[in-house]
């Protein structure tokens, strides 16, 4: 019954809290239910970068999902927050029921997407 979409992984992080880190390999993506997560990278001066903060209903960890790329920045729960776990093989099953374009289209705004942000740091 893993495979039932009835049955949703939740995980709760505290403030603080890291969900992944810049470089960690991605196997699942995350849906906020409650709370909010900072998206932020880390320069190689070791300053750090916030790129955004996302609240109940924002998605992210997608992309190394999409691409098989290391983590391109850190997720952490900035308040008490409950999120939704999307799983590589879920993630996976939706993708390749999508169209074609879509799919080859969702692959070049992740490429473009890490290299305008690459080239900001």
């Known amino acids: 019954m893993a495979g039932d979409s009835r049955f949703v992984d939740r995980k709760v992080f505290f403030p603080g809290q890291y969900v992944f880190r810049m470089g960690d390999t991605g196997d699942r993506a995350y849906l906020v239910q409650d709370g909010k997560i900072q998206i932020h990278r880390v320069k190689p001066d070791g300053s750090t970068v916030v790129l955004g903060e996302l609240t109940k209903g924002g998605i ?58 690459d080239r900001h740091m």
């Open 60 to 117: 992210f960890g997608e992309m190394a999902l999409v691409d098989d790329q290391p983590r391109m920045a850190c997720a952490m729960a900035t308040e008490q927050t409950t999120l939704i776990i999307v799983g590589r093989e879920q993630f996976q099953s939706k993708l390749n029921a999508a169209d074609p374009f879509i799919r080859a289209l969702l692959k070049i705004f992740v490429r473009n997407i890490r290299t305008i942000t």
